[in-house]
């Protein structure tokens, strides 16, 4: 048995089962718990309220605080740490995340890297390919029996087309902003505040930023 086969055999079967209701709907008995149910609803309601107010409110702070985060940076030349900003009877945190590495590269993101800072976007940006099997290939007749003896000799046996051999591999490449370059982009920026401003806005999600009370 060749090892797709073993691990074909191996691989857990799904069970079968009757499939539930579309909708079911039962009242409890107990007063008190479909008094829980009505205050729940009550709850997720009111906290819809809740976040859409904090939306708002956190879309008028949270522009003045970043601007004063990007200068307060830019002047000391290292990237201010435990922010937080006093309003007229609370203080709340201002929090910024490094999330490089995490999400792809667009080529008008990158564009616009390049139109702000040149070159030196080469730096920013980490490259990965990873490299996964054509599933439509992998399972044509006799190919996963071949592939147990040897790929090479897949063209040799006329079990593939050399087309299809050179397209057996898929490679997804993945473009991110290395991870770490939060703390890089004054020096990258040259300490210029506009750059900086308008380089943390271009990163978008790669940069987060979010206020906490």
């Known amino acids: 048995m060749n090892l797709f086969a073993k691990a074909k055999e191996q691989a857990p079967q799904a069970s079968s089962s009757a499939k539930p209701n579309k909708s079911t709907i039962f009242v409890p008995s107990d ?3 479909r008094k829980a149910i009505d205050d729940f609803a009550a ?20 522009p003045a605080i970043f601007d004063e985060f990007i200068q307060r940076w830019a002047k000391d030349g290292v990237m201010p740490e435990n922010v937080k900003a006093k309003g007229n009877a609370v203080t709340i945190a201002f ?10 590269v667009g080529p008008e993101q990158e564009a616009l890297l390049r139109k702000i800072l040149g070159n030196a976007v080469d730096d920013m940006i980490s490259e990965t390919t990873t490299y996964t099997i054509n599933q439509d290939i992998l399972n ?8 147990s003896e040897a790929i090479t000799t897949l063209v040799t046996k006329n079990i593939l087309t050399q087309a299809e051999c050179d ?4 490679a997804d490449t993945k473009r991110t902003i290395k991870k ?3 703390p890089r982009i004054h ?6 505040v506009e750059t ?3 380089v943390s806005d271009v990163l978008g999600t790669t940069i987060t930023r979010y206020l906490k009370a």
Do not use: F, W
């Open 187 to 192: 020096t990258i920026c040259g300490g210029v």
């Open 140 to 147: 044509k007749p006799g190919v996963v029996e071949a592939l």
């Open 95 to 104: 929090i910024v995340q490094d999330r490089g590495g995490l999400y792809n």
């Open 43 to 62: 709850a997720v309601d009111a906290m819809k309220v809740a976040e859409a107010k904090k939306a708002t409110h956190s879309g008028i702070a949270m």
């Open 31 to 33: 007063p008190e718990v």
């Open 196 to 198: 900086m401003r308008q």
């Open 180 to 182: 770490g370059m939060l």
């Open 167 to 170: 397209s057996l591999l898929k």
